[in-house]
């Protein structure tokens, strides 16, 4: 019996390699020119502007983290319920190629257009991990815009999955390798200056990605 549309997904799809590509496109995003310079102002809300103990800050740096990827979880919930509605569709592919074949372009500096940079949020009146969680959720949402290069093709791919809960896994690593600076600033504080002198190499992280995400591309549109 022939169906006007493929199998969708098809069985190559190297979907073991889905979870290493969210997490290292989550490590990528946190160099991004907008995320790395927010640190120092992060862990200040984090800590209260208290000194605080490595230990300590680990663990409020994790809670902080933790509410991120909750949020992000959401998006990728989202994304791929969307995906499973429509997933005899592959408008999924060539979307998922559209959107990672743009932004690596982006970020090699082929396309030159402006993106969203986030959003400055008041730290609301709340402390310990629970207060930490929140600020860490509320970051989710606000800073969203700001890593929209990879964010977006991330939430791409999980819709061509089709699986909510893949795509919550997917959005899941894809904040917590997003978080990774947070947490080792949050628990070595001399980590930050560190950080901040990284500048130069925030430029090798950006072209490095714009390459995997052009290979992205051009492997969903080969699949469509």
Do not use: D
Not at 19 to 37: E, H, R
Not at 84 to 90: L, N
Not at 160 to 168: K, V, W
Not at 198 to 220: A, D, E, N, P, R
Request: charged share 5%; hydrophobic share 55%; aromatic share 14%.
């Amino acid at each position: 019996m022939n169906t006007v549309f493929p199998s969708f997904p098809p069985e190559n799809i190297p979907s073991i390699l889905l979870p290493i590509v969210s997490l290292g496109a989550g490590i990528a995003s946190a160099f991004s020119p907008c995320i790395l310079p927010l640190i120092p102002a992060i862990i200040a809300l984090i800590s209260g502007r208290k000194k605080i103990t490595p230990k300590h800050g680990f663990f409020l740096s994790l809670a902080f983290v933790l509410g991120m990827a909750f949020v992000y979880s959401l998006f990728g919930l989202i994304a791929g319920s969307v995906g499973a509605a429509f997933r005899f569709s592959p408008f999924w592919y060539y979307l998922a190629a559209l959107v990672s074949l743009v932004m690596g372009l982006k970020l090699l500096g082929v396309l030159k257009f402006e993106l969203p940079s986030g959003y400055s949020v008041k730290r609301p009146e709340v402390s310990g991990y629970s207060g930490a969680l929140i600020l860490g959720a509320i970051y989710g949402v606000a800073s969203s815009p700001c890593s929209t290069p990879f964010l977006s093709v991330i939430l791409a791919l999980s819709a061509t999955q089709g699986q909510a809960l893949l795509g919550a896994l997917l959005l899941f690593l894809y904040s917590l390798g997003h978080g990774v600076l947070i947490l080792l600033a949050g628990t070595l504080t001399s980590l930050v200056n560190k950080l901040l002198s990284f500048k130069k190499g925030m430029t090798y992280f950006q072209k490095i990605s714009g390459f995997i995400f052009l290979g992205i591309g051009v492997y969903f549109l080969w699949l469509a």
